[in-house]
């Protein structure tokens, strides 16, 4: 799986929207690109994962770039339960068996009250 | 909503001794995993698993370790003889079947057995 970049901490205060980018210039044309978090003292949560179009769900949306070589976390409104480890990781499209996720270090995310 | 259940919780154990963590995946779920992460580290794949044998393991997954699915529940991780850097929360995984052949499943993590060698 391609390496990803991301920030090692954001700050954000509660209620305002935070973007968390993630670089992956080496990233293939088959790469997905996948974010999962990580609450304290808790295992990684899946958030959402898209291909080349920006995707919505109701955690949070993700942005891609046009040239795929980066993409944006974007939570609308932080909460404080939005305190976490945020992981961005490429996973390789392509048949056969399941693979493992492939965690880097993440953007720990602070929300101030 | 279905979760991952992981016991025991907390697990303290003499250098040497082997352990047992144990995972109930989700219940129509067929891929199980398991990954660690020591303290203030990044979360390690560890071992893949389907249909009743490993799919995927890691440099770490040595000959220590082992993976079974004892009955159709639990799913479990075995430490024969664990280290002292064996230290580390476990975590447990589990995802469906793929969707058209892509791998682009989402994983169910549970919350974790931290264990602690000493």
């Known amino acids: 799986d391609a390496k990803t970049t991301q920030p090692n901490s954001m700050e954000s205060n509660e209620e305002e929207p935070v973007h968390l980018p993630c670089n992956h210039s080496t990233i293939s044309g088959t790469d997905y690109i996948h974010w999962y978090r990580q609450l304290p003292s808790q295992g990684p949560e899946y958030v959402i994962h898209g291909l080349t179009s920006n995707v919505n769900n109701r955690m949070a949306s993700l942005a891609i770039a046009e040239d795929r070589k980066s993409s944006t976390l974007i939570l609308h409104r932080a909460t404080l339960r939005d305190a976490a480890v945020y992981y961005c990781i490429l996973r390789v499209n392509y048949g056969g068996s399941q693979g493992n996720l492939i965690f880097g270090k993440g953007t720990k995310l602070s929300v101030k009250p | 909503e279905p979760e991952v259940t992981q016991t025991p919780s907390h697990q303290v154990t003499q250098m040497g001794q082997e352990v047992i963590l144990r995972c109930v995946p989700i219940s129509n779920h067929l891929y199980f995993y398991w990954y660690r992460q020591i303290l203030g580290q990044k979360v390690e794949f560890l071992v893949s698993?389907?249909?009743?044998?490993?799919?995927?393991k890691s440099e770490i997954f040595d000959d220590q370790f082992s993976v079974e699915r004892p009955d159709g529940s639990n799913f479990t991780l075995k430490i024969r003889s664990t280290k002292l850097e064996d230290s580390a929360m476990y975590f447990c995984?589990?995802?469906?079947?793929?969707?058209?052949?892509?791998?682009?499943?989402?994983?169910?993590f549970g919350p974790g057995t931290r264990l602690l060698v000493l």
């Open positions: 698993f389907y249909n009743n044998e490993i799919s995927e």
């Open positions: 995984a589990s995802s469906d079947l793929m969707k058209t052949g892509m791998k682009q499943e989402t994983q169910y």
